[in-house]
């Protein structure tokens, strides 16, 4: 869940299967999305910034300002797409990338 004081507590992919995330954030939390196998996850706070965690460690691995939506491809989990600033950004987790206006 993702509280608006920024806190993201526990979130519940099923409901024998709960994710502790347990992140401090500084700004309240719009969005959470998780990656198909569950190995990563993003964050979208309310001041539009994009951070990708790998699941595991909590270590981020990308952050971007300005993002309006992020998605995971549905079976090829380290392919993401975002928009931020009327662009389209296709993107693998290990730096490969498109952008489209």
Same mark, same amino acid.
């Given at each position: 869940?993702?509280?608006?004081?920024?806190?993201? @507590?526990?979130?519940?992919?099923?409901?024998?299967?709960?994710?502790?995330?347990?992140?401090? #954030?500084?700004?309240?939390?719009?969005?959470?999305?998780?990656?198909?196998?569950?190995?990563?996850?993003?964050?979208? /706070?309310?001041? #539009?910034?994009?951070?990708?965690?790998?699941?595991?460690? #909590? %270590?981020?691995?990308?952050?971007? %300002? /300005?993002?309006?939506?992020?998605?995971?491809?549905?079976?090829?989990?380290? +392919?993401?797409?975002?928009?931020? #600033?009327?662009?389209?950004?296709?993107?693998? @987790?290990?730096?490969? &990338?498109? &952008? +489209?206006?």
């Amino acid at each position: 869940v993702g509280l608006e004081n920024g806190d993201v @507590l526990n979130l519940l992919v099923r409901p024998t299967f709960p994710v502790d995330f347990e992140l401090q #954030r500084t700004h309240g939390v719009s969005e959470i999305i998780q990656s198909p196998n569950q190995a990563v996850f993003a964050v979208i /706070d309310d001041e #539009r910034t994009l951070y990708v965690y790998h699941g595991s460690t #909590r %270590k981020i691995i990308l952050s971007e %300002k /300005d993002v309006a939506g992020f998605v995971f491809h549905t079976s090829v989990s380290h +392919f993401i797409c975002y928009s931020r #600033r009327g662009s389209l950004i296709i993107q693998t @987790l290990d730096g490969y &990338s498109a &952008s +489209f206006q």
